[in-house]
């Protein structure tokens, strides 16, 4: 079986602050992971993954394996960063994709 | 491209009415997933297909939830009787099915069911 928890419903900060958005998860196989981010009033859309090792937006986010996590982290919080993001994980033979309850990110000016 | 495309966009039905939310994906994708969103739950795997063919269903809350993709470009969710608590956003998201390929989300079906 496969598992995200997002322990935070809700996380504010000042802007200019350092941010983490937490994802644990729980899989026994070798787990793609994934951040989406939802805006107000647009789609759901991919913000990063963990194969690509990119930065997206100043947002970057690293696989450890030995606490299976993949924290979402900014070092400088901006307004337009406010938004519902969602860490999921891509795994099975029919690469099933299993979103943990997400986190609303709340930066307060 | 006109990206995944769900339909309708708002539905308001009374208790215990059939309701049946519709989506087309993206052409040559071949993975299909519908999930449903709410506040206390976030977003919810309800079922996905491979190739038109359903794959896991475990999502599906209840006998009342089916869920058909007769062909590549169209899938139906289906809820029959509909009752208050299915009251959510509903997603329909496609996929080339490949490793590390993301998904592309429709824009969702905000379902209330008085």
């Known amino acids: 079986a496969q598992r995200v928890t997002q322990p935070e419903k809700l996380l504010s900060v000042f802007k200019g602050a350092p941010v983490e958005l937490k994802c644990n998860y729980s899989?026994?196989?070798?787990?793609?992971l994934f951040w989406y981010v939802q805006y107000s009033r647009q789609r759901l859309q991919l913000l990063l993954r963990?194969?690509s090792r990119e930065s997206i937006k100043g947002f970057t986010a690293d696989l450890n394996k030995g606490e299976t996590s993949f924290h979402l982290k900014k070092p400088f919080a901006q307004e337009e960063d406010s938004a519902m993001y969602y860490c999921a994980l891509k795994g099975g033979g029919y690469q099933k994709v299993t979103f943990g309850t997400g986190t609303k990110l709340q930066v307060i000016p | 491209d006109a990206g995944v495309i769900q339909s309708p966009r708002h539905e308001v039905t009374e208790m215990g009415q059939e309701v049946t939310l519709r989506c087309k994906p993206i052409s040559g994708h071949n993975s299909l997933f519908w999930y449903r969103q709410t506040m206390m739950r976030g977003l919810e795997l309800l079922i996905y297909f491979n190739n038109n063919v359903p794959i896991d269903d475990s999502g599906m809350p209840e006998d009342r939830f089916s869920a058909k993709m007769p062909n590549a470009s169209f899938s139906t969710l289906k809820i029959q009787p509909s009752e208050p608590r299915d009251s959510a956003v509903y997603f329909c998201a496609s996929s080339k099915g490949g490793t590390n390929e993301k998904l592309f989300f429709g824009s969702g079906t905000q379902l209330s069911v008085l």
């Open positions: 899989y026994s196989g070798s787990p793609e």
């Open positions: 963990h194969i």
